[in-house]
């Protein structure tokens, strides 16, 4: 099977832009989660997804909104990039809500300049 | 606020060592706690879900408990080797998945 996916890997945008970044979870997983790694801060949730609906959301700004599909793909975006959002990016997939194992993907490393 | 904390922070040991560390999070509204592996330049790995208190689970030389009526789990690593140099985090799914990690526990075995 494969592992959950993410794409770009790696990422460089200036303040003030926008930016999109995609998360293919293992088939036939339901759930995605987002978080943000920052050093010193640990893994932050942002939000998770499931059935193509938000369920649960972070403490972060409205600057961070995401989506999901039909298909379970996931993209998160956030607008009007600050200095700190300067972060590793994973998502993780699981089978189901709750009590269900998380299964993360590579990250995406998006540096703010 | 809910907080999952851990302890130590940071951890040296000599290869064959056996070690283990903390893992406190809220007693009420228990639905579960997870434990993660995260080696450097790697994605976190699930080790446990555990959800059950009294829980023991075991995969290898790693084993943990839960007692979810003080609100704390432990983790074991038996004769430690160098490949288990790690993060090793916990987490707490308040609300059903909105995940809240701790800090974690960054190991490192000394051949």
Redesign the interface.
Known sequence: KAG?TQTPRYLIKTRGQQVTLSCSPISGHR?V?W?QQTPGQ????LF?Y?SETQ??K?NFPGRFSGRQFSNSRSEMNVSTLELGDSALY?C?S?LN???????????TRLTVT | ILNVEQSPQSLHVQEGDSTNFTCSFPSSNFYALHWYRWETAKSPEALFVMTLNGDEKKKGRISATLNTKEGYSYLYIKGSQPEDSATYLCAFPYNNNDMRFGAGTRLTVKP
């Open positions: 959950v759930s989660s978080y640990g893994l932050q949730f998770e499931f369920r649960n972070g994973l993780a699981s809500r709750g009590y269900y194992e998380q299964y993360f993907g590579p990250g």
